[in-house]
């Protein structure tokens, strides 16, 4: 996989983590693939970095009262 692919495959995988109700079922790649698992790495790891943010966000607000 060259590496035009291989990014345009992480932005789509980060598009679809930013939906709020997008799963790991969503990989529009077949099983065993390296698309697959490019896509499936960069769709937990941006979900992570979404959720460490709203964690951050919340605790920030909560120090503010």
């Known amino acids: 996989m060259n590496l035009e692919r291989k990014r345009a ?3 789509q995988a980060r598009a679809a983590a930013r939906r709020k109700f997008a799963s790991p079922a969503d990989n529009p790649y077949p099983e065993g693939s390296e698309e697959h698992s490019v896509w499936l790495l960069f769709f ?7 959720q460490r943010a709203e964690l951050i966000s919340g605790e920030y607000e909560a120090s503010a009262y």
Not at 44 to 50: A, L, Q, V
């Open 44 to 50: 937990t790891m941006t979900i992570g970095d979404e």
């Open 9 to 11: 495959i992480i932005l």
